[in-house]
């Protein structure tokens, strides 16, 4: 496991395992309490920024690739990742904005508008739908890389 | 981290920088009528802790992961079934003359 970090596969390969876990655990305010959702969000733009850093590549081509030669599967997963991207930040900003612990606790104050409640609490459902078609459509390096990550006596 | 730290201020800067450009576009929609229409209607989130649901405490803790899985798993099974299928479809499916 210590040569993951040589390997641009395997690091991406790590950080989307540390990305998803930490994702779900901050997606799950009533079983953490409502504190440890808040700040372990602001925590997790952290893991969201490697995972868009670690993809900068594709980010760079997919308006290009999008546009001259692909495939409706890449089209649709172009799609897909803008979207996810966007409904990311839709759900940053509005939980930002419905904070009841952690703008308060920085001395922040705002009146909380029942529209970022609605919208905080329904992307935040709507988005896990298009993180597993995401994952779906990502499933073949999903598997292949748990295999060589998890092989044994097999240099890393 | 040699990937990630390859070009990461430049890189973390633009993606900073979109990403506030988006959140300030996503902040401008309490300004849109349907913002206004929700405001006046009013929203509430799982009630207001009455009629608790009578179930173990374990389970209080549990579900919301079960939730997750399930909303992030069937979507992803059904995406893997419709394409397996499609494959299926396009192998079967003579190949066309250019």
Not at chain 1, 14 to 35: E, H, K, N, R, Y
Not at chain 2, 82 to 98: D, E, F, H, I, Q
């Amino acid at each position: 496991m210590s040569d993951w970090k040589q390997n641009l596969q395997k690091t991406r390969y790590v950080m989307d395992v540390l990305l998803i876990v930490s994702f779900m655990i901050i997606s799950a305010p009533q079983s953490t309490g409502i504190p440890l959702h808040e700040w372990g969000s602001l925590l997790f733009v952290v893991p969201f920024a490697i995972h868009l850093l670690l993809h900068w590549d594709w980010i760079k081509k997919s308006a290009r690739r999008f546009l001259l030669r692909s495939t409706f599967k890449e089209r649709f997963s172009t799609i897909l990742n803008y979207l996810l991207y966007i409904m990311m930040l839709l759900v940053f900003v509005s939980g930002f904005l419905v904070s009841v612990s952690l703008l308060p606790a920085l001395h922040i104050t705002i009146s909380i508008q029942d529209f970022w409640s609605k919208v905080h609490n329904e992307f935040a459902s709507l988005i896990m739908p298009v993180i597993g078609v995401h994952l779906a459509l990502h499933w073949r390096w999903i598997v292949n890389l748990t295999k060589k990550m998890s092989a044994k006596g097999v240099a890393l | 981290m040699k990937y990630l730290s390859y070009h990461w201020k430049s890189r973390f800067t633009i993606i900073l920088l979109v990403s506030l450009a988006v959140v300030g576009l996503l902040a401008m929609l309490d300004l849109t009528s349907w913002a206004e229409q929700i405001n006046q209607q009013g929203y509430t989130h799982g009630g207001d802790g009455e009629g608790k649901p009578n179930i173990p405490a374990v389970l209080m803790y549990v579900l919301p992961f079960v939730k997750e899985l399930v909303l992030i798993g069937v979507p992803m099974l059904l995406a893997l079934l419709v394409m397996t299928l499609s494959a299926a479809v396009k192998r079967k499916l003579p190949k066309r003359k250019n």
